[in-house]
């Protein structure tokens, strides 16, 4: 397996102070990950692909949002929430979708047989479904992400996956792959910090962070203890990874 | 005890022992009523839980003694 | 002398077996050429993806997943009539046994394809066998789903097993192939008194079994949507509200059949008003408990006033999907109740047309608890997109569907007796010089004098 390896938890925190909701983080994902592009047409029937998304969230439902320029509005950038207690993995009917024991929840395009059920369970809405081919025009097509993570009845992450599908964000795992890979053949240790999602990356306002919530020490661990922190539909139980500071 | 517990757990959460719970009970229900057809079918004028033409050839064979 | 079964509605009952009309041909042309369409229509989605139906985010499922609970639950239909009244000793219940339970197994089949059919991969099914995880709540559906269909065609084949019999020895002057059908499918039934009793004892055993399966597989087919977080769908209440709906969609669909075959076969000395008389209370007490569980569902949300709980509320009683929700409430209960309480006592033909708005308003109400749940998630920002409009792909395959199914049901009354010979005979002393039928043949009165 690797240098004295042994398994993590990860996790990642959002701190929404910092968050300008550019969404560049939902454009790095998209391009490391091979997302599918739909027309215009698909995207007004709610057909859009988004492994992380970027939406306002009103504090209420039906509050007003105001009228400028006293608009009060909010933001949330969403990735998969890649819960402890995942309600998307009890229900998958063939184990397309698991949860492996880095609490990452992975999909699995080659067994996925295209019932949603895991898109109907998930709380969150993180999970999206190839209605199409998925296809790639002009310079997009050329410019793929190459990186894989398939083999073995596995095709998982940026491969490229055939329509009727389910597919989300995966914590950018081939990166994971390649980070751990890169460590064995340097016959090194692997640390936390070498392993980083795309989403993460490209954060404009350096919101995003992402490590091991068990090491005691790490950034994630660190800064889940705050005072600001929350996790979305707490009170569902599916335990998200996913951490969010509030802003003030 | 442990040991139980996580076998069960097992059964439910690994993919392929689903699958083959399936197969066991439509096969288990395929025997049974294989069985109960043939059963039905067997019915005799006699009346007897044995069909009469078994019977038959069970006298005779004792007869031979 | 012996007792023996004579049936004098014998002639009648094997009447339509003789014919073969231009109306059945017309009918027939109809029922495949709108299957042909759905058949175009799946090679559309088959070659182009789900996208060609009006399925989205987050409505992922719409139509079909309806059409599969629905066929599921007029299933239930047979195995009602047939199991649960057989052990409750209703002997009226006689004449319509096999009509009721030709609808359960021409109906489930078509459950079975509405799921593969809703499924983006459904090549790959086998890996629910292969991969399958016990813990998913399609794995107790595709179980009990199997188990259902499979005793359902067993019960019913024991059931029709005598009279194939009959049809081997009666129908002399059918072709060919179809005498030999009749040969094979009667596995050499001899009819004698062992046989029958034996059969019988089968049969009351599996009626048991199969009102067992009853209570399990709408349960599980519910539990689908109840293991679920989701608003509207995770509740208790939700088993017993499936199963209901489930009996009292299919026991409306049993008489608009035997209003169908009474007509179309003149069978209206077998199948006397009295029968539809009874299966009006029946349909009452059903109405009422339909009643029952909307009132406890609905009131126990509203009284509760939890937020994303509302937000489903809302939409079925004032929002979005009000006028379907509403026009459910008029086709399943208002007029239907009406109809049976007021109109219904001796008139089959109101009885037909209530029970043709309860399953017209069945549809609409699995609709109704599928699709509005989806189009409020818990986290409001998708209320944007919560919309779904179906798209000819999905409605020219569920009118294949449905086609389907009445073509096979049409074809079956054309080759089988619809309803039962041997169940509906009575004893009858054995008389020497009465003209019976040879030693293997013991119905009716045509064929050979008998021994001194």
Known sequence: ?248 | MEQIVSLISAFFTEPGPGGIFVLLVISLAGAVYFILIRWILQGDESGLPIPSKMLKSYRQLSSRR | MRARLINKHEAAILAPLRDFTNADRLLWAILVGLIAVGGYAYYQQWTFGLGVTGLNRPVYWGVYITNFVFFIGLAHSGTFISAILRLAGASWRKPLVRAAEAITIFSLPFGVSSILIDMGRPERAFNIIFYGRFQSPLLWDFTAVSLYMFSSVVFFYLSLLPDIALCRDRLTEAPAWQRQMYRLLALGWEGNPEQYHRLEGVLDGMAIFMTLLVVTVHTVVSWVFGMTLQPGWHTALIGPFFLLGAIFSGTAAVVIALAVLRRVYHLEDILPINLFNSLRKLLIVFTLGWLYMMVAEYLTIYYGGVTEEMLVFWQKFTDDFAGMFWLMVLLVFVIPLFIFVFLGKDRIGWMVTACVLVNVGMWLERYVVIVPTETRPRLIYELVLGDYSPTWVEGAITAALFSGMILLYAAFTRYFPIVPVWETAEEAEEKPGETVTAPRRRWGTVGKTAPK
């Open chain 1, 1 to 248: 397996m690797g240098f004295g390896f042994f398994y993590m938890r990860w996790s990642m925190v959002i701190d929404l102070d910092k968050c300008v909701a550019c969404q560049g983080c939902s454009v790095a994902c998209r391009f490391e990950n091979n997302t599918p592009v739909v027309k215009p047409d698909e995207a007004i029937k709610g057909r859009a692909i988004r492994w992380n998304d970027v939406f306002p969230l009103p504090i209420n439902p039906k509050e007003e949002t105001g009228e400028y320029p006293n608009v009060k509005t909010r933001y949330l950038t969403r990735p998969c929430m890649h819960c402890e207690n995942p309600p998307c993995v009890k229900v998958c009917p063939v184990q397309a979708t698991f949860k492996n024991e880095e609490g990452i929840v992975q999909q699995n395009y080659a067994r996925c047989i295209g019932c949603r059920f895991c898109t109907v369970a998930c709380p969150y809405g993180v999970r999206y479904f190839n209605w199409h081919e998925p296809e790639w025009e002009g310079s997009l097509a050329t410019h793929l992400n190459p990186d894989r993570l398939e083999g073995d009845g596995d095709l998982e992450g940026p491969a490229i996956r055939p329509k009727g599908i389910v597919e989300k964000c995966t914590f950018c795992i081939h990166r994971l792959q390649k980070a751990r890979a890169r460590a064995d053949s340097e016959k090194r240790a692997f640390r936390p910090d070498e392993y980083i999602p795309a989403c993460v990356q490209t954060c404009t306002g350096k919101a995003r962070f992402f490590g091991d919530l068990d090491d005691p020490n790490s950034t994630v661990s660190l800064l889940a203890k705050s005072p600001r922190a929350f996790r979305v539909l707490e009170d569902v139980g599916t335990h998200p990874k996913v951490i969010y500071l509030k802003e003030g």
